[in-house]
């Protein structure tokens, strides 16, 4: 059973920082594609960021692209997100994802239970 717990979530002022990070088990993370999403309240859930399965590339939505990096770490099967810059509009539910190829359009199979991410003004 594939499993997704991330961690790192939280309160942060406006022009702060975050690093999420999503541990992943039962499946063989050094082949997958991974990625994050965010859902915000009474908005459409929408893509935030991936990486292919070797880190060579990265995908990122235009409204965080500069201010987050999505990296992982195939030796902790961990995947990491670092938002920088943060703003109010980024507060949501992030939620990571694992899947087979990357990128905005991908379908990916795995997701997280999500952690809160608030921004105050």
Known sequence: QVQLVES????V?????LRL????SGRTFARSALGWFRQAPGKEREFVAS???????TYYADSVKGRF???RDDAENTQYLQM???KPEDTAVYYCVVGDVAGPKADYRYWGQGTQV???S
Do not use: A, E, R, Y
């Not at 790192?8 to 309160?11: E, P, S, T």
């Not at 990486?51 to 590339?57: D, E, T, V, Y």
């Open 84 to 86: 920088n810059g943060l």
């Open 118 to 120: 608030t921004v105050s």
């Open 21 to 24: 990070s999503c541990v992943v």
């Open 69 to 71: 990096t999505i990296s």
């Open 8 to 11: 790192g979530g939280g309160l």
């Open 13 to 17: 002022q406006t022009g702060g920082s």
């Open 51 to 57: 990486i292919n399965w070797s880190g060579f590339s």
